[in-house]
């Protein structure tokens, strides 16, 4: 027995699917989220190098508000 509100659910789900924008934004959201991710981790190691490496005042207070 299938009620008729997940049968709608359902059929709404199939007919957002199959509509040809669906994979177009599903593929700009995962370019976008990869690209995201990507510039971030870059961004952060670059910081983090810096930081270790580099001696200047206050290093140590943000040292251990990130610590």
Request: hydrophobic share 50%; glycine share 2%; net charge positive.
């Amino acid at each position: 027995m299938c009620f008729p509100i997940l049968r709608d659910w359902i059929s709404l789900h199939i007919y957002i699917i199959n509509r040809p924008e669906f994979f177009t934004a599903i593929k700009n959201s995962v370019i976008n989220t990869f690209d995201t991710v990507f510039f971030a981790v870059m961004i952060s190691a670059l910081s983090a190098y810096g930081f270790a490496r580099i001696r200047f005042p206050g290093r140590e207070i943000i040292f251990k508000i990130y610590c």
